[in-house]
């Protein structure tokens, strides 16, 4: 049995780098449905016909829409249930943006940009969840949160976007505690340094040869995404870190929740 068999993702952030690959590899692993979220429809429908070839059977939903537009976020719940049947097992916020690029010092900062920044990372992540938690929790299921370094150390430079992740991993980690009677898990991952365009907007005077494939840091979503992770919960990942060792580790001192 493939590790995501049955298993309805939603994916914000699906058309390029990271997201797309989650949906190429969520397909490998089995997955019943896919919804493929993000603005350029495109992009998206590429995706979708990658994903076909992996998958004929897969049930696919492309959405275009603005994570930042809280109207967005309203339809982009509504097509997902309509199509799956009102059953979601697994929300994946991915969708990000740097902001301007080069990324100005917090003193130049335009105001707008800043707050399209936490609109996209921050409010966005937050609706989506709100959103779709009345449709997840009775069967449990999974939140992913995709973080980033930036969003535990005040980088100079990387301001609003580091100020996001902050941000997002405190609200993870809350909705976690507020949810820690039910069997909906939230998680948050680093993918850790990527070659993708946001990484190389954000670092343009660096090599994009030293960051990893984001093909190649899949595993740790497919974890939490699968009913190996039932149990783990308000945990914070690195998907290039040895994330394996902690959650034996953890499940030695019987930390996690299935095992209290
Ligand atoms: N790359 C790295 O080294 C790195 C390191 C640490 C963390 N991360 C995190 O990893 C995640 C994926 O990043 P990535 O590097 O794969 O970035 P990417 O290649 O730039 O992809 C970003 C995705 O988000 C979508 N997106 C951006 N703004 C959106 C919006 N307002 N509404 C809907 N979709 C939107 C983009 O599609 P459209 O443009 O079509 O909307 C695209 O599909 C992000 O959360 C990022 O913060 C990346």
Redesign the pocket.
């Known amino acids: 049995m493939r590790k995501l068999a049955g298993k309805n993702i939603l994916i914000?952030?699906?058309?390029?780098?990271?997201?797309?690959e989650m949906a190429l590899r969520f397909a490998r692993e089995g997955a019943a449905g896919l919804s493929l979220?993000?603005?350029?429809v495109d992009?998206?429908n590429k995706v979708r016909d990658q994903v076909q070839k992996i998958a004929p059977k897969i049930e696919i939903v492309v959405i275009e829409?603005?994570?930042?537009?809280p109207r967005?976020i309203e339809r982009i719940v509504a097509s997902t249930l309509a199509q799956f049947k009102g059953h979601l097992d697994v929300l994946v916020?991915?969708?990000?943006?740097?902001g301007p690029s080069p990324m100005p010092n917090l003193l130049d900062y335009p105001v707008e940009d800043f707050r399209n920044v936490l609109?996209?990372?921050l409010i966005?992540p937050f609706l989506l969840i709100k959103s779709a938690l009345p449709a997840m929790i009775e069967g449990g299921g999974s939140i992913i949160n995709?973080?980033?370094?930036?969003g535990q150390v005040g980088y100079p430079g990387w301001g609003a976007?580091g100020i996001s992740?902050f941000g997002l991993e405190g609200m993870s980690q809350t909705w976690a505690s507020e949810l820690e009677e039910t069997d909906l898990r939230v998680n948050w991952v680093?993918?850790?340094?990527?070659?993708?365009?946001?990484?190389r907007?954000?670092e343009p005077e660096e090599d994009p040869n030293e960051?990893a494939n984001?093909a190649d840091v899949t595993d740790i979503f497919v974890f939490l995404a699968s009913d190996e992770s039932k149990g783990v919960t308000g945990k914070r990942f690195q998907a290039q870190e040895d994330w394996k060792a902690e959650i034996s580790q953890d499940s030695d001192k019987g930390l996690n929740k299935e095992e209290d």
Do not use: F
Request: aromatic share 4%; no cysteine; proline share 4%.
């Open positions: 914000t952030g699906a058309s390029q780098g990271l997201g797309r979220v993000a603005r350029h992009e998206l829409a603005d994570v930042s537009k967005d916020n991915n969708a990000s943006t740097i609109d996209t990372n966005g995709v973080t980033s370094d930036a976007y992740k680093d993918p850790g340094s990527m070659s993708t365009a946001m990484h907007a954000a960051w984001p």
